[in-house]
């Protein structure tokens, strides 16, 4: 019989889709190499990762010879085929659904809105050498807030996670980006206390896993502070 090879995942800590996927990974278990590509250093560019990802992105996923990218297709991908605890991904339809929809929306708004801050304020200047275009950044945090908006009055209305009841993969993907901004000492969900007992309530249920894989942007936040 041919041996199964472990599935590799391919990851940047700075990565927030690849922070979700590394956390899914460790927190149900699933067994798995961890194999770092460090953007910083242009290793998604070098010919070896290219030739599985012409993409050049990450998070990448290869389970004995399947290749997978996207973060929201690699972790349903995970789900189903590990049979990871239901409320993750539930089966029921209307549940799923609300899992997708919030899947569907959160990679124009929340993770769109979230990322442009932290470019602006944290990669622009790092990459330039220039201060932050602090007119853009003022435009930014105010298209962001349109979108934290909705987080809480539609997706936190009634329910103490995005979809439901437990937490899921919605709830996974949206707090590793909203955690983007803090590498700039940037605390976007302050003055919220809908979305901070939210981001709680999903750190506890993720445990040390999260400030595990949160340990690099816990560095960057330092280092702005100094
Ligand atoms: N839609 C993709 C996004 C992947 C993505 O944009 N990854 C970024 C890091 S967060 C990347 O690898 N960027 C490298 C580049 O564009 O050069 C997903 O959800 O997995």
């Known amino acids: 019989m041919a041996s199964r090879l472990p599935l590799r995942v391919y990851y940047d800590l700075l990565s927030q889709p690849s922070r979700a ?19 910083r250093k242009n ?47 539930p089966q029921e ?5 609300k899992v997708d929809e919030y899947m569907a929306w959160q990679h124009a708004n929340v993770r769109y809105h979230t990322a442009k801050v932290f470019i602006l304020e944290m990669l622009m200047p790092r990459m ?15 298209e962001l807030k349109g979108t934290l908006d909705i987080l809480e ?3 936190l209305k009634k329910q103490p996670f995005l979809c439901g009841d437990e937490i899921t993969l919605a709830d996974l993907l949206a707090i590793c980006e909203l955690m983007q901004p ?30 595990d894989v949160h340990s690099f942007l816990y560095q960057l936040r330092n280092k702005a502070r100094l």
């Open 21 to 39: 996927v590394l956390i899914f990974l460790r927190r149900t278990g699933i067994p798995h190499v961890e194999k770092p590509v460090a953007l």
């Open 153 to 155: 009055s539609m997706f």
């Open 128 to 142: 330039t050498g220039q201060p932050v275009d602090e007119m853009k950044l003022t435009k930014a945090l105010s």
């Open 93 to 97: 339809p209307m549940k799923r659904a």
């Open 43 to 89: 290793e998604h560019r070098s010919p070896e990762f290219t030739k599985l990802n012409p993409m050049q992105k990450v998070p990448v996923i290869e389970d004995n010879g399947f290749v997978l990218t996207e973060s929201v297709a690699i972790l349903k991908y995970l789900a189903t085929k590990y049979n990871t605890p239901l409320f993750w991904y």
């Open 182 to 211: 803090l590498g700039a000492d940037r605390d976007i969900l302050k003055d919220r206390p809908k979305l901070i007992a939210w981001r709680n309530r999903v750190q506890s249920a993720l445990g040390k896993t999260f400030d």
